[in-house]
Each structure stands twice: as structure tokens, then as C-alpha cells.
């Protein structure tokens, strides 16, 4: 028990220490990663829709 | 000189991509890398001719792992040529194999069997998916069922060539983008797609629109919006654990002034715990149909691909919290699991990958990273390294598995661990892509650059 116990408490300490994001820093990292979703999704979107409108290949 | 060494006349001249021979401008490789999108996603719909409406797709809840789609030719995704690398990997890194990468020809020898054994796999895998019933020949036809092999075949070895065109052309590597283009669509064509999803129905398939057409029939269906929220929270949430770093502090006992701060990320194994642990528990399914279809359902009986019984029940992706079929006890088993076998996975990556202590000490020592005022001996190193890997090891690995079973719960589009791979993907892509432009701007840069072989 004694060991959960310290182990814990270790890990407690990792995250206390770790540097969050700063505010800056997060909506860069959120606004590239969605940019990338959103660009590459509707290219997909497209592509799919196009095909299950013209029903011709599926 | 190995067994690999005999074979090297045929491995060195197998026909691959030309490398480029001037060095590519940003636009050049956005080009590539958007003209193979556009082309998988168009091979995406290219639908399997003589495939018995029966098929099943086994590896459901995989298919975010995978990529591909589901009854096209390429049904079998980036599967084979994962398997061939992991296995080869194995075999090198067990030294069963007498690789040594460092040296170039035993380099071009090793792509060269990576790209055999990636062909052979896909081969194999077609095969066993058609005779095993997953994606079975009209009436059992044989004829049908070779042409179906044929086409799965043709399919993974325009993947494996495209995945080389984009590692050399393009942006990353062609099996993230890949994963990255299958979800991506998943989550665009999931939350707007207005058509119905049956010829008839009036009622559009995308979730958002659905909501919106209830709306208008003023019928309010916010258990519709539920995967969308859950989707959000899951990029929200993944985005700040991907930017989380601890900064392990390299203070010297003896002198106070030598100070150096080494930064690790918090999710320390990346997403690869998690693909290990959704790919073995999609395995368990997978040999649970497989023995009950044989007649000892010892794992579990099936319905249809859905187990209703037995082990396979509890490890399968749960339905949705909004479900009506939503089972609090097999969400809670098939949580745990996950994030149990990602620690696990996480520990064995960090082992195998040379992310260990003693490992990354000795990348400290040797000079590789310079770390500012502090030259410590490497035994100290590695007692303080000591003090944090392994905590985040383990945090990491729970942290990937959370996310990923709490995506799958609310039924994210894409699913949890598809959002949480294309977030990873891309951030790393957007590192790769801005180096690049630095180097556009800064000729002079990159011979800088290139010297210390960033």
C-alpha cells in the first residue's frame, strides 16, 4: 500500500512541475491543427458528396 | 553477411519513386502532398466489383488506425504496410536479422525487403479477408473472389507508392497523411453530409443537418449533437495535453550554478500506445469471431460482427453514451482496458525506442544536446532523468488511453483515438513545414542547418 502511496505522490509532484501551455501557445497549436482539419476535411467532403451525388461509382 | 544479402541484387532494384534531384520549393511539395490526397480519396470510392453485399468489416473500430475505406479497393488501408514495418523493426531490432542501418547498403537492403514484405502482406491480408468471409465474392464465386484479390491487391500497391511519393515529395509520410485524410472526412462528411443516408429518406445523414431538420420540423434533437461536443472536447482537450512539457531540472548537487532544464513531453510515448492497445484488443475480437465461427466460442458469441457475450463483449468499442443500447458496465471494462494496456504499451515503446534513462542520458552526455552550464557525469544524468521518465511514461500512456476511451464514449466523429492521432499528426507536420519555410527564407540557414543534420 505504502507503495501506490509514494507513487502517487511522485506523479503529483511530475505534474505540478510541467509547464502548461500558455494561452498564446494553445490557441496557435488549436487554430494550425484546425485549420489542417477543416482544409483536408473539406477536400474529403467534397470528393465524397460529388460521388454520392452523381451515384455513378457507389 | 545475412540472409537479406544474398537476396540484395533483386532487393536494391525493385521500381521505386525517383527522389528529387534539386531541392524542392514549399509550393512543390504542397502540390504533391494535395494531389495524393485528392487521389486517395478518390481511390476511397472506387467500390469493390463482385463484393457480396454481406461484407463485414471486421476492423471497425480500428479504422482509424488503419485508414482506407471500407468496400473500395483500398478496404485494406495502410494495414500491410505497418505490419511488414513493425515486423520487420522486431526482427532488425532482435538482431534475428543482421541489419546494420548505419551503413547505406544495408539501408537500400532494408527498404527494399520493407517493400516486399509490405506487397506479400497485402496479398495475404486480401486473401484471408475474401476467404474468411470478411469481404466474400458474390455468392462465393470464385471467379468473383480472385477478381476481389486482384483489386485489394492493385489498391495497397498504388498505397505503398503513394506513401513513398509523399515521404519524398510531399509533407510527413504518406501513412499519416493518410490516417489524418480518413478522419479528417470522417468528421467533416459525419457533421455536414445534408443527403440522406438511404436513397428516400428524407432525413440527412450529417448530424448537424439532421439537427437542424428536426429544427425545422420543430423537433429539438440535441442527443445529435452529442458526437459533435464530444469530438470538440476530445480536440480541445488533446491539443493541451500535446503542449504540456516537463522541464526536468539538471541542477548539479556540488555547484549550485550549473542549472540546465532538459524539456520532455508529458505525452512522452506519443499516440503509439494507443494504436498497440486498440490493435490488440481489435485482434481479441477478431480471434473471438474467428473461434466461434469454428465452433468453440470460448471469447464469445457473436451477432452478426456485434459479440454478445463473453470477453469479446466487454472489449468491444461501447456504444455511444446517447445510444438507447448503452451499456455503463461495458464502457466502464472496455475504459479500463484501454487505458491499462496504453500504460503498458507506453512502458514497452519507451523501452524500445531508446527513450529510456539511460538511453537519453547518454544522448546528453554525448554532447548531441548541449545543455546550458551543465556537463554532469552521466550516472548523475541518468538518477535524475530517473526521477522523471518513468512517472511520465506511465501519466502519458493513461492520458492517451483517457482520451481516447472518453472519444469513443461520446462517439466523437472519427473516433477518439482517430481525433487524437490527426491532432498529433498534424502539429508535427506544422513543425516539419515550418522548418522548411525558414530554410525558403534563409538560404544560408539551411547548409547551417543541414551541418548539425536537423
Known amino acids: 500500500m505504502k507503495m501506490i502511496k509514494e507513487k502517487v505522490r511522485e506523479w503529483d509532484r511530475v505534474i505540478k512541475l510541467s509547464r502548461k501551455p500558455t494561452k498564446s501557445e494553445y490557441i496557435m497549436v488549436a487554430k494550425i491543427t484546425g485549420l489542417g482539419i477543416v482544409i483536408i476535411g473539406a477536400i474529403g467532403f467534397l470528393i465524397r458528396i460529388a460521388i454520392q451525388l452523381t451515384g455513378v461509382i457507389l | ?454
Open chain 2, 1 to 454: 553477411m545475412g540472409f537479406l544479402h544474398r537476396f540484395e541484387h533483386i532487393l536494391t532494384r525493385l521500381p521505386e519513386v525517383e527522389r528529387p534531384r534539386y531541392a524542392l520549393s514549399f509550393s512543390d511539395r504542397i502540390k504533391w502532398t494535395g494531389f495524393i490526397l485528392v487521389i486517395y480519396f478518390l481511390l476511397g470510392e472506387v467500390a469493390l466489383y463482385g463484393l457480396d453485399p454481406r461484407a463485414v468489416d471486421l476492423f471497425e473500430n480500428l479504422r482509424a488506425v488503419i485508414a482506407g475505406k471500407f468496400g473500395s479497393v483500398i478496404s485494406l488501408g495502410i494495414g500491410p504496410i505497418v505490419t511488414a514495418s513493425i515486423i520487420l523493426q522486431i526482427l532488425v531490432g532482435g538482431k534475428l536479422i543482421d541489419l546494420d542501418l548505419s551503413n547505406p547498403r544495408d539501408k537500400l537492403i532494408y527498404s527494399g525487403t520493407q517493400k516486399l514484405l509490405a506487397i506479400a502482406f497485402t496479398i495475404f491480408e486480401a486473401s484471408v479477408m475474401v476467404l474468411m468471409g470478411a469481404l466474400p465474392g458474390l455468392n462465393n464465386d470464385p471467379h468473383y473472389q480472385l477478381l476481389i484479390i486482384a483489386q485489394l491487391t492493385f489498391g495497397g500497391i498504388l498505397i505503398i507508392y503513394m506513401d513513398e511519393i509523399v515521404s519524398r515529395w510531399g509533407f510527413g509520410s504518406g501513412i499519416g497523411l493518410f490516417i489524418v485524410a480518413g478522419v479528417c472526412a470522417e468528421i467533416a462528411v459525419g457533421a455536414f453530409n445534408p443527403l440522406p443516408a438511404v436513397k428516400g429518406e428524407a432525413v440527412p445523414s450529417g448530424r448537424i443537418m439532421a439537427f437542424l431538420y428536426f429544427l425545422f420540423n420543430n423537433q429539438t434533437r440535441f442527443d445529435l449533437l452529442v458526437p459533435i461536443l464530444g469530438t470538440l472536447l476530445v480536440f480541445a482537450a488533446v491539443v493541451y495535453a500535446e503542449s504540456v512539457r516537463v522541464e526536468i531540472p539538471l541542477t548539479y548537487g556540488r555547484f549550485r550554478g550549473a542549472k540546465g532544464r532538459y524539456p520532455i513531453k508529458f505525452i512522452y510515448a506519443s499516440n503509439i500506445p494507443v494504436i498497440f492497445a486498440s490493435i490488440l484488443m481489435a485482434n481479441i475480437q477478431l480471434w473471438a469471431s474467428m473461434l466461434e465461427r469454428v465452433g468453440y466460442p470460448l471469447l464469445g458469441e457473436f451477432a452478426g460482427n456485434r459479440p454478445v457475450s463473453g470477453l469479446a463483449y466487454y472489449i468491444q468499442r461501447p456504444h455511444p453514451v446517447y445510444s438507447p443500447d448503452f451499456d455503463p458496465i461495458v464502457a466502464l471494462v472496455y475504459s479500463i482496458l484501454l487505458i491499462g494496456f496504453s500504460i503498458l504499451f507506453s512502458k514497452f515503446w519507451v523501452e524500445t525506442a531508446g527513450m529510456d534513462p539511460k538511453t537519453v542520458a547518454k544522448q546528453l552526455q554525448s554532447g548531441g544536446m548541449v545543455i546550458p552550464g551543465f556537463r554532469g557525469d552521466i550516472r548523475i544524468i541518468e538518477k535524475i532523468l530517473n526521477r522523471y521518465i518513468p512517472s511520465v511514461t506511465i501519466l502519458g500512456g493513461a492520458a492517451v488511453g483517457g482520451l481516447a476511451a472518453f472519444g469513443d464514449l461520446t462517439g466523437a466523429l472519427g473516433g477518439g483515438t482517430g481525433v487524437l492521432l490527426t491532432v498529433g499528426i498534424l502539429y508535427h507536420l506544422y513543425e516539419q513545414m515550418a522548418r522548411e519555410q525558414l530554410f525558403e527564407v534563409h538560404p544560408m540557414l539551411r547548409r547551417f542547418m543541414g551541418e548539425l543534420g536537423i
